[in-house]
């Protein structure tokens, strides 16, 4: 289950993005998962889930959205979304195409509380 690692990896980040900008509590982090990349939403929340207690993310959530495969066709330009994953241009049939999104993983944001950083006593 490579999730577990891709969600031990997120939360690294973002424990390292708080530490360099003092942020305080992180209620959300929000995820763009292509629908390409091999990831499972369901068992990388599983794994957030199990990973994150007894740290700073434990009452954290995952938002996570999944990015439509969309490709380009080199023959006739047209710009479309892979549909049951038929990988030739609809427009002109051209299998020369090539993959625009669909593959990524992103961390798009972090949703912190009002105050947004933590008070240095």
Not at 33 to 49: H, K, R, T
Not at 55 to 79: H, Q, R
């Amino acid at each position: 289950m490579h999730e577990l690692a891709i969600a031990d990896s997120i939360m690294k980040i973002v424990l390292e993005e708080i530490s360099a900008k003092k942020l305080s509590t992180v209620q959300a982090i929000g995820l763009k998962i292509g629908v390409l990349s091999g990831i499972l939403p369901d068992a990388l929340e599983f794994g957030f889930d199990a990973l994150k207690k007894d740290t700073l993310l434990e009452n954290t959530k995952l938002k996570i959205e999944e990015v439509p495969l969309k490709g380009n066709c080199s023959a006739c330009l047209n710009t479309f979304l892979v549909k049951d994953l038929i990988f030739a241009c609809p427009e002109c049939g051209s299998p020369s195409i090539s993959i625009d999104q669909g593959q990524e993983l992103d961390i798009a944001y972090l949703e912190v509380d009002e105050n947004g950083e933590i008070n240095e006593q």
